[in-house]
């Protein structure tokens, strides 16, 4: 079983609707990171957090320390926002980050 | 502006030869990291270096080196190429070991 499980693997939406795709990892944590990856393959850091939420223009991250999951959320979606999404934990009492396979989002007009 | 460059972008090679991966960062971080990105799996960390002759090994290692002669390089060199090293290399660096990472655009390495 991977330490790190998301869902789901991939996810078509309508242009507007709201998004959810969860992250949910099996190990002790000090850091939980969502990363997006552009068709093109760059890869590019949206969030770190280690408790609550956080927000940004339309993206939202949240995390349950205690259930061990988190949520990626993006409000009124646009075909812009098609793209890979990698949620990544930093081991407690390391620095490494163990990555999880991404949510492949397809946005359509 | 800072940034994280990988080079070559695209690479063909054959089986058996050696080939060196480029990464060079302008953000002057001490932490640098190769990571593998395939199929059905999440990137998986190659090795890594957290400052001037300073090299680690990471969960996929085998067949790949790395060494650290200044702050904004380190090259990936893998020994003898093989089939199963074909897929894209994703070079980050940081400036902390706790903050986000920053990721380069990948080299997509294809070993016939």
């Known amino acids: 079983k991977n330490e790190v499980e998301q869902s789901p693997q991939n996810l078509t939406a309508q242009e507007g609707e709201f998004i959810t795709i969860n992250c949910s990892y099996s190990?002790?944590?000090?850091?939980l990171h969502w990363l997006q990856q552009h068709p093109g393959g760059g890869i590019v850091s949206l969030f770190m957090l280690s408790s609550g939420k956080k927000k940004h223009g339309r993206l939202i991250a949240t995390i349950n320390i205690q259930e061990k999951h988190s949520s990626l959320h993006i409000t009124a979606s646009h075909p812009r926002d098609s793209a890979v999404y990698i949620c990544?934990?930093?081991?407690?009492?390391?620095?490494?980050?163990?990555f999880g396979t991404g949510t492949r989002l397809q946005v359509f007009p | 502006d800072a940034e994280i460059t990988q080079s070559p972008r695209h690479k063909i090679t054959e089986t058996g030869r050696q080939v060196t991966l480029a990464c060079h960062q302008t953000?002057?971080?001490?932490?640098m990291f190769w990571y593998r990105q395939d199929l059905g799996h999440g990137l998986r960390l190659i090795h890594y270096s957290y400052g001037v002759h300073d090299t680690n090994k990471g969960e996929v290692s085998d067949g790949y080196s790395v060494s650290r002669s200044n702050t904004e390089d380190l090259p990936l060199t893998l020994e003898s190429a093989a089939s199963s090293q074909t897929s894209v290399y994703f070079c980050?660096?940081?400036?902390?070991?706790?903050?986000?990472?920053?990721f380069g655009p990948g080299t997509r390495l294809t070993v016939t």
């Open positions: 953000w002057n971080h001490n932490n």
């Open positions: 990544a934990v930093r081991l407690s009492n390391t620095d490494k980050l163990i």
């Open positions: 190990v002790g944590i000090s850091a």
């Open positions: 980050a660096s940081s400036g902390n070991r706790v903050y986000e990472q920053y």
